[in-house]
């Protein structure tokens, strides 16, 4: 017969925190996968795409691009609408409109269609990141929102990994209007899933109690802790954001890192076929291994940087100085693999950058959580949004660099160059003081 719980067991059960933010962590990271799957399909079955509806390079690169257009211009009101909607309700609703759209491309039949569907993709899952953030800072304390922020990238680049590999093994028995119909099916069900269960806050969630709600609370004395966990949505101070040295480098550092990663998500399968001579399954494959770096590499950076916040204090050496190392690790290492003429010991060599730039990336998550205050989506969209509108030019202009010179080699110099920039921007950034107290300019109030 079971003992009874007497009052002091019943207190000591009430003070050991419950763990509803591991499940809140895991449910983000969870979209972030399935997000990343669907995007990263386009760029394993663009071979196939462009036989049957006789596109050339150029054209793929416009419809790849597309997303990522899509997915700029709805940065900032997806960052907006999270602000005031709250991620339950947004992040609930985004989910279902790109897996909608993604399963849609099943249908598509003309370069239009699909340039247009894949937008609408890319302009759904515009709010995937910027609720995530919100969430994450909304759930966790100031210490441990680094890991959080390198858990969420790691999951990302899981789905785009799982997605490359088992996409280029179910081409041998499923067309690619299959696969989009396949690959939409998960976003639907998280979505139903997230409605019914996450709520915004922990004090909204009924199974987080006190001992949880006080922990992630974190530290009070923390000037960039401005914040409570119910503050009411205010106007966002558009002008002190624009006029921020800190915003500048924040967005220029994504502008960098994006442009640089997405070659992972759209033409590395075409470089390592046509610029390397490996079969398209292997280039699948191939494909996934700089992915799975990003997933090993980000919560490893993220606890290496929350680790240096702790002992240290410094934002500066824990998030900027981290990730300027990083980026200037992984241009070195992408430029010795230029050099390298094996090709899968040249995807290692690569996938060591990538897991350098993803250990020190993480901290762009996590610096909108550090320095955005009450409106930590809205900075985050409009950091995402400026990596976007890198994201967009990349993929066309390595496509028309690609159908002028006919070579692919040197793609590779110039990725290591865009790495080399970001690196810069996170030397550039001040982290002591909340976006809104940097400004570059000041700008009359009447203006």
């Excluded at 990141?129 to 858990?151: D, E, K, N, Q």
């Excluded at 639907?188 to 969630?205: G, Q, T």
């Excluded at 205010?234 to 040295?245: A, K, Q, Y």
């Excluded at 066309?396 to 690609?402: L, R, S």
Aim: net charge positive; charged share 10%.
């Amino acid at each position: 017969m079971k003992a009874p719980i007497g009052p002091a067991s019943l207190l000591e059960a009430q003070s050991r925190p419950t763990n509803v933010r591991h499940l809140v962590l895991a449910g983000l990271s969870l979209v972030a996968a399935i997000a990343y799957s669907q995007r990263q399909l386009m760029s394993v079955v663009a071979g196939p795409v462009g036989s049957e509806l006789a596109l050339d390079e150029t054209e793929l690169g416009s419809v790849m691009a597309s997303f990522f257009v899509g997915y700029a211009v709805f940065q900032i009101p997806s960052g907006w609408l999270a602000d005031r909607w709250g991620s339950r309700k947004s992040l609930a609703v985004f989910a279902t409109l790109w897996s909608l759209a993604a399963g849609s491309m099943a249908i598509a039949s003309s370069y239009a269609s699909l340039a247009a569907l894949w937008f609408i993709a890319g302009s759904a899952q515009a709010g995937v990141f910027p609720c995530a953030a919100s969430s994450i800072r909304r759930w966790l304390p100031g210490t441990r929102r680094a890991f959080g922020s390198g858990t969420l990238a790691s999951a990302m680049s899981l789905g785009g990994a799982l997605s490359a590999y088992l996409a280029g093994r179910m081409l041998a028995w499923v067309d690619w209007r299959s696969l989009f119909l396949i690959f939409s099916l998960p976003g639907l069900a998280w979505a139903v899933a997230w409605w019914f269960w996450f709520r915004d806050s922990p004090a909204e969630h009924r199974a987080a109690n006190a001992a949880e709600r006080n922990w992630i609370a974190g530290d009070a004395t923390d000037p960039l802790e401005t914040t409570t966990q119910h503050a009411s949505p205010t106007p966002v101070p558009w002008r002190e954001m624009f006029t921020s040295v800190s915003m500048w480098a924040i967005c220029g550092q994504q502008f960098f890192r994006a442009a640089a990663y997405i070659f992972f998500a759209t033409w590395f399968p075409t470089y390592l076929a046509k610029g390397r001579g490996v079969s398209l399954e292997a280039a699948g494959e191939l494909t996934s291994l700089p992915l799975l770096a990003v997933v090993v590499g980000s919560p490893l950076g993220g606890t290496a940087s929350d680790w240096l916040l702790t002992r240290t204090g410094s934002r500066r050496l824990s998030r900027c100085g981290l990730s300027a190392m990083s980026m200037t690790l992984c241009a070195a290492l992408i430029v010795a693999a230029y050099f390298v003429e094996d090709a899968r010991l040249a995807v290692l060599v690569i996938s060591g950058g990538s897991f350098c730039a993803a250990f020190g990336g993480v901290s762009a998550y996590t610096i909108t959580m550090d320095m955005g205050g009450r409106h930590v989506a809205t900075v985050f969209s409009v950091m995402n949004m400026c990596g976007n509108i890198g994201a967009a030019l990349f993929p066309p202009a390595i496509g028309w660099f690609v159908d002028k010179t006919g070579r692919w080699e040197e793609v590779l110099l110039v990725f290591a160059a865009i790495y080399i920039a970001a690196a810069v921007c996170w030397l550039l950034l001040n982290p002591r003081r909340a976006i809104f107290q940097d400004k570059l300019i000041s700008i009359p109030a009447g203006i």
